[in-house]
């Protein structure tokens, strides 16, 4: 084989040119003959018994379908972790309500317009109860006992502890204690969520925007009561979903499906955005208290750590972040001690759910502001103190994984100061702070973020791809890995071509359709390029090989060669197809019971450094450099993996400085583009990716995860750099303007 050398090339992306020329169609772009179009009818109160529905008789009621709970064929229920979310709320003397929007029933009319006033035209009458809104009014609830099962407000709970922490708090020279709190993000994707359904008692079809082809699927067999081969979920071309469309899709898919079902018609149903932003799922708000042991030498000896994230009314996937909170809490440090106790708690308000990092933002941002008060309690700078404590290649992780890679921490470190001139501009700013109303600051986090599924999740999950070779002389990939704008489709041809020794122009991604793809899982979880895309690479063995036995190709081929030897093998044979399962690798152990092993098959290593300033005139903060120091395995594109770097920064200081939730009584109050307020292109700064390779063995090519990564450390980056910029300190995100005056009026500044 002649080395193509695509991977780590920048080859133009495979969706570009239709999404360039305007002709990529997404949900709300596709039609279907005699479609209505559906809504729903949500909760106005937080919680609560339904008394009555009525529907006023100004509306010609016999014009449209309307479906409640009573008329789901198989089970009420969105089916994630836990069994708790209702479809559609129960109807009889189990109807009540949980949180503001919960649906509770549907509707549907051929013509759009004509919705909002039959849904104003429906009433619910409500006999309210007491709502909980905080993470603190929930834990109020009942004693909280740490890591010893769930409970009527706790979805889930985990313990992970190793050492002796009370002897380590015992022989410390230093107790360092703070709390961290950060708040609720929305995932603000372009294209909100939309689905289109066809539905028979023995068929559903679903079209829509989504991240997970075959969680919909696993819903909708759940809602109406079919097997596999009677469900079908087609994902449409999608715009954007940071999380925001891994498990809320499988409510829209469900709720379409079951008009479709009564009407006997195709349904469309497409959120507007002030309904996307109130109704689905944001990232859990944290509650994050440290306790550090550590020596005057600025040695840590131990920490206990107490996290307590808001889940909302519903679980969905808070079991999930609370537990990769709960690994990645102690960092990139080696601890001879360590206590984590973590809870996802139950609330009254829309349920939070997946979002970019799930998990590892909160527990990074408490424990980066945490390292640096640590820093200044001994009297070391925040380099030094992590120096003295960063871990090392064999070192072990909080919950006893052996670090293998060969990571330099320290070096890492050094390269990120090095190219944002930290040193020098903290010298520099703190003689201009002295006479200048803008005060200039500069600041660091270091951290890590898992690869993959935690622990035993990809042998649960046993991802199985699929290669083929058409006879138009195609590579056809089969994967349910969704392209939502990250570029997985490009990365995966990529990969192909490169193990295949074939022309990247040969090989095509087959759109995610659960008829035609197999399950290889979720796009989810910093995955995607390096499981799936290390079982392309191995599916794709497994081709050469059968091309090789049955004669058609040597052992040095070019792209034509390649190309001509297949098409010779699918004439004469029929088929030309391969498929690899993931298999886990015998280094790789984790232990559920106790929560201790290998949490990840590895780990993506970071530094990012952050430069600030601070008006003091109007106490806003903005960023003015941003720098990202990211290891990642192997870069298999540039141009993607520079853009999912600074996306991600991108929202890491929107989620800093910009995004704040606002909630009165259990709703979002501020759910439009005019008063939900993110960074635009106008508010970013010059942000500078760098990369450091050390290729994973078990990676496509070495690729690690990078889409994750790039969330985790702006928050703490920047509210360090504020410190160091105005000498206050401060402890929660979004930090915004009037927080900053509130802080130097309490200190007299």
Aim: net charge negative; with cysteine; charged share 20%.
């Amino acid at each position: 084989m002649t080395q193509q050398r695509v991977v780590g090339t920048n080859v133009p992306r495979k969706e570009g040119p239709a999404k360039l020329l305007g002709v990529a169609r997404y949900v709300d772009d596709l039609t279907r003959p005699g479609m209505l179009h559906g809504a729903t009818v949500r909760s106005s109160v937080p919680r609560g018994r339904i008394v009555s529905i009525t529907f006023d008789q100004s509306i010609p009621w016999d014009e449209f379908t309307i479906v409640t709970a009573d008329d789901i064929p198989g089970r009420n229920l969105v089916p994630m972790f836990l069994e708790d979310q209702p479809l559609l709320v129960p109807t009889g003397p189990d109807a009540r309500v949980n949180h503001r929007e919960e649906p509770i029933l549907l509707i549907a009319h051929a013509n759009r317009e004509r919705l909002a006033a039959a849904m104003a035209a429906v009433k619910v009458t409500y006999a309210p109860e007491p709502a909980v809104f905080t993470i603190e009014e929930s834990l109020a609830q009942e004693p909280v006992v740490w890591g010893e099962g769930e409970s009527a407000n706790t979805f889930k709970r985990f313990h992970l502890e190793h050492g002796e922490v009370d002897a380590a708090f015992a022989q410390a020279d230093l107790i360092v204690e703070g709390e961290y709190r950060t708040g609720a993000q929305e995932q603000l994707y372009i294209e909100t969520n939309g689905m289109i359904a066809e539905a028979t008692p023995d068929q559903v079809t679903v079209w829509g925007s989504l991240q997970c082809p075959f969680y919909v699927h696993r819903a909708l067999k759940t809602i109406f009561g079919l097997p596999d081969e009677q469900v079908r979920v087609v994902q449409t071309e999608t715009g954007g979903a940071f999380g925001g469309k891994e498990e809320f899709p499988s409510v829209l898919a469900g709720h379409a499906a079951l008009l479709a079902l009564k009407s006997g018609r195709p349904v469309k149903m497409i959120y507007d955005r002030a309904e996307d932003m109130a109704a689905t799922t944001k990232r859990h708000p944290s509650r994050i208290r440290h306790r550090t042991a550590v020596t005057r030498e600025g040695k840590l000896l131990g920490c206990e750590i107490e996290i307590a994230i808001d889940g909302g009314a519903y679980a969905t996937l808070s079991a999930t972040v609370c537990s990769r909170a709960t690994i990645h809490a102690a960092g990139p440090y080696q601890w001879p001690a360590v206590r984590v106790r973590s809870c996802a708690v139950a609330t009254n308000t829309p349920p939070s759910g997946a979002f970019r990092g799930f998990g590892a933002p909160q527990a990074l941002f408490a424990l980066e502001r945490q390292m640096d008060k640590v820093a200044r309690a001994v009297g070391l700078t925040p380099e030094e103190l992590r120096r003295r404590n960063f871990i090392q290649a064999g070192g072990t992780t909080a919950t006893g994984q052996t670090i293998t890679q060969p990571i330099d921490l320290g070096a890492l470190l050094d390269r990120a100061l090095e190219v944002s001139e930290y040193h020098e501009k903290t010298k520099r700013f703190q003689r201009e702070n002295v006479s200048s109303a803008t005060k200039r600051g500069i600041g660091f986090a270091a951290f890590m973020h898992g690869a993959g599924f935690t622990g035993s999740g990809e042998r649960y999950l046993n991802s199985l791809v699929g290669l083929e070779v058409t006879r138009e002389g195609k590579v056809r990939v089969l994967v349910s890995s969704a392209e939502f704008g990250q570029g997985t489709n490009t990365i995966l041809a990529q990969i192909a071509a490169e193990a295949l020794g074939a022309a990247y122009v040969d090989v095509e991604i087959a759109q995610p359709d659960t008829s035609v793809v197999p399950n290889s899982g979720p796009t989810v979880a910093s995955r995607t390029a390096m499981v799936v895309g290390g079982l392309v690479e191995r599916a794709a063995g497994k081709i050469i090989e059968s091309l090789r036995l049955a004669g058609f190709l040597g052992e040095t081929y070019s792209p034509e060669e390649f190309l001509a030897g297949a098409r010779a093998y699918v004439e004469q044979f029929g088929e030309l197809k391969a498929f690899q399962r993931w298999e886990s690798p015998g280094t790789i152990f984790w232990d559920d019971a106790k929560y201790m092993g290998d949490a990840y098959p590895t780990y993506a290593w970071a530094v990012y450094v952050a430069e600030v300033a601070v008006d003091m005139t109007t106490y806003t903060p903005v960023v003015t450099r941003f720098d990202a120091l990211q290891e990642v395995g192997k870069v298999i594109h540039p141009i993607l993996a520079a853009g999912q770097i600074e996306g991600g920064v991108a929202q890491g200081i929107g989620y800093a400085l910009y995004e704040r939730c606002v909630w009165r009584d259990g709703v979002m109050a501020n759910n439009q583009m005019t008063n939900y307020i993110m960074p635009t292109s106008g508010d970013l700064p010059p942000i500078y990716v760098h990369f450091e390779e050390i290729p994973f063995e078990h990676g496509a090519y070495g690729a690690k995860g990078i889409g994750e990564l790039p969330m985790d450390g702006p928050a703490p980056a920047i509210l360090n750099a504020i410190e160091n910029a105005t000498g206050v300190a401060f402890h929660h995100v979004p930090l915004m303007p009037e927080d900053v005056f509130e802080a130097m009026v309490e200190v007299g500044r």
